[in-house]
Each structure stands twice: as structure tokens, then as C-alpha cells.
């Protein structure tokens, strides 16, 4: 985990220096990639894992949406403000601020 953390600090700096667009459509070509190697995908996880073929092919393919979905919030703008009933203004940017880890626990029953 400390080595994938690191690389991906020593990759950010790239990441947040591409302008949105090329962010996203980086994304769409790794779900390409991840649907055109689902089998190779699966062998991994698999030998990762221990877990079944069966069972990685019912839950991989969660992982390309993932990818699409993030696309799709980079392409929808940058952004959004809404008026407080307070007369406060609420601004989301949208922005890479660093980097981020989600580990899951798998277990092979």
C-alpha cells in the first residue's frame, strides 16, 4: 500500500497539471482498457485474491462504471454556487487536491 501511495504522489503533479477534458477522457481510456482485458483483469485478481473466477467476473465489473462515472462529473463543469437563505454563497470547485486510497477487505468465502 505505501509503495501504490507514493507513486501516486509522484504522478499527481502531472494529473492536476492536465486540463479537465484530458483528465477525463484518461479516464474513459482506463475503463476501454479495463472492458478490453476483462479476462487478463480477472486472472490477476484471481491470483491477487484467491478468490474464484466466477466470483471476481460478479464483481469487476464495478470497477469500469467507477471509471466513467468520475469522467463524466470532470466533463459536467467545474463547478457549482448556490445563495444561502443566510445570504451566504456556497462555491464547489471542482479540483484534484490530492491523492486519495480506498482499500477493501476481500475474503474467499
Known amino acids: 500500500m505505501d ?3 507514493a507513486a501516486a504522489r509522484r504522478a499527481f503533479p502531472d494529473w492536476e497539471a492536465r486540463a479537465a477534458l484530458e483528465r477525463a477522457g484518461l479516464l474513459v481510456e482506463t475503463a476501454r482498457r479495463l472492458r478490453g482485458n476483462r ?15 466466477l ?10 462504471p467507477c471509471f466513467e462515472y468520475y469522467a463524466g462529473l470532470i466533463a459536467t463543469g467545474v463547478g457549482a454556487s448556490s445563495l444561502r437563505g ?6 464547489v470547485i471542482k479540483e484534484p ?9 476481500s475474503t474467499t468465502r
Do not use: C, M, P, Y
Not at 479476462?39 to 473466477?53: M, P, Q, V
Not at 466470483?55 to 469500469?64: C, D, E, L, N, Q
Open 55 to 64: 466470483r471476481i467476473a460478479a464483481t469487476s465489473t464495478g470497477r469500469r
Open 86 to 91: 443566510d445570504g451566504q454563497l456556497n462555491l
Open 97 to 105: 487536491i490530492g491523492v486519495v486510497v480506498a482499500s477493501f477487505r
Open 39 to 53: 479476462e487478463d483483469f480477472a486472472l490477476t485478481l484471481t491470483r491477487e485474491t484467491g478468490r474464484t473466477l
Open 3 to 5: 509503495r501504490a501511495v
